[in-house]
């Protein structure tokens, strides 16, 4: 299966685990003017919520700083894209009018394999049940 749905927390989770796991991450954000990219470890991970329902998830590092409006995430993913490389995996997230508000991979160059610890991260964030029924399938 090369794509499971996610539970829309599953951010909060990754970030917290990456950090918890010290496994080196990267993050992609994109705009309509160019993409934010970080490789490396993520510490400082600190949840804010705002009166009137905004959620913010935070990345508050010496050079590296993330601030993702977690409550206009509408779908999170977990894709597995084959490569020249072996498989690599990504996590997903899509606002309500299906675009893309960030991707996050585990570090890694090309030509190398994919980090066992991310992918082990991967596979403890919670999915949707429906996915979850369809993955003990597989």
Partial sequence: MFTQRL????????????????????????????????????????????????????????GFNLHLRADMVASTWVVRKPTADGIVTSVELFDAQGDLMAMFFGERKPGVHELQSWRDLVARLPREPLAEEIAAWA
């Fill in 7 to 62: 539970q829309d927390t599953a951010v909060t989770a990754l970030l917290n685990n990456a950090a918890a796991d010290e496994t080196p991450i990267m993050v992609f954000v994109p705009n309509a003017g160019c993409i934010q990219i970080h490789t490396g470890p993520v510490h400082n991970v600190k949840p804010l919520e705002m009166p009137g329902g905004a959620r913010w998830i935070n990345v508050l590092d010496k």
